[in-house]
C-alpha cells in the first residue's frame, strides 16, 4: 500500500520510517533538503500530490495549520483511511471537511521511529475489515491501543505523546547522578539506560510494588534512596507535571 504522510516533522519523520518496512510512504513537508531523502521515502512539498498517489493518508502537522491542509486534500480523499495524529482537533471537525473519507484520530509519540511507540486510535462506525486494517498499520509504530473516547485519545496527547520528555528527564537525572558519584559519562548513560529498559519489562509481569519490595533490604541502600526520593516528594512532582499538562489540553480546547 502507498501511504502519505502529510507533514514531514519528528512524528512524521519517526511514522514513516516504521511504515516503509512494508509500504511505500510520499512524506510532504515544506521545504526540500539534503536530510529529505530517506530509502523508500519519497518527500515532495505537493500535498495534493502525495494523496492523489496514495491510498492511505496520514496527518502529522500542527493544529494551527490542519485546516489548510485538509481544504488542499479534500477532494482527493474519497473512500480513502486518512489518520489524523493532530492533537485536538476532533473528528466531526475534519469530516466535515472530508467527507467522503473513513477518518481515524490516532496519537503515538517518536518511539514509531524504532517500532516502540504506544499508540492509541479511535474511530466511529468502521467495518471490522477496516477496523484490522488501521490497526495492523498502526501496529507497525509499536503497541497499539483502541480508545474507548475522544476524550480518552486527547489524554493519550500527554501519556503517550508527551511522555517520552517526561522519561527522557528522569534518565538525565540519574545520568547525572553517576556523574556526580564518579562514574564517567559514557557509562552512566549505558547504565542508566540498561536499567530503564530492564525495569519496564520486569513491571510488564510483576507489580510495581513487588519489585521495589523484592529489591529493598533492611538498612540497605536501596530504601535510603527511596526514603530521601519520599522527603524530596519526588512521585508527587512527577504527578503533578502531569497532571499540569493535562490541565493544558483544555486550554488548547478553548481556543
Do not use: W
Request: charged share 25%.
Amino acid at each position: 500500500m502507498r501511504v502519505a504522510i502529510i507533514g514531514y516533522g519528528n512524528l512524521g519523520r519517526a511514522i514513516a520510517k516504521a511504515l516503509a518496512k512494508k509500504h511505500e510512504i510520499i512524506a510532504t513537508k515544506r521545504e526540500l533538503n539534503a536530510k529529505s531523502k530517506l530509502k523508500r521515502i519519497e518527500v515532495t512539498t505537493n500535498n495534493a500530490y502525495a494523496v492523489k498517489n496514495s491510498e492511505c493518508v496520514i496527518l502529522t502537522v500542527k493544529p494551527k495549520d490542519l485546516m489548510l491542509v485538509l481544504d488542499e486534500i479534500k477532494d482527493y480523499v474519497s473512500n480513502k483511511l486518512v489518520i489524523s495524529f493532530v492533537a485536538f482537533v476532533k473528528l466531526h471537525e475534519i469530516k466535515s471537511i472530508l467527507k467522503q473519507a473513513k477518518v481515524v484520530r490516532a496519537m503515538g509519540n517518536v518511539g514509531a521511529e524504532i517500532g516502540k511507540s504506544f499508540t492509541a486510535y479511535y474511530v466511529e462506525y468502521v467495518d471490522e475489515e477496516t477496523d484490522k486494517e488501521i490497526f495492523n498499520l498502526l501496529s507497525l509504530t509499536g503497541e497499539v491501543h483502541k480508545a474507548k473516547s475522544e476524550e480518552e485519545l486527547d489524554l493519550m496527547t500527554i501519556f503517550s505523546g508527551s511522555a517520552p520528555a517526561f522519561i527522557a528527564k528522569l534518565i538525565d537525572a540519574f545520568i547525572y547522578a553517576g556523574l556526580k558519584c564518579g562514574l564517567n559519562a559514557e557509562l552512566s548513560k549505558k547504565a542508566a539506560l540498561s536499567v530503564f529498559n530492564s525495569t519496564s519489562e520486569l513491571l510488564r509481569k510483576e507489580s510495581i510494588d513487588g519489585l521495589i519490595k523484592r529489591i529493598t533490604t533492611p538498612a540497605g541502600t536501596t530504601i535510603e534512596g527511596l526514603v530521601t526520593m519520599e522527603k524530596h516528594s519526588v512521585e508527587f512532582g512527577i504527578m503533578d507535571s502531569i497532571v499540569k499538562a493535562v490541565e493544558k489540553i483544555s486550554k488548547f480546547k478553548k481556543g
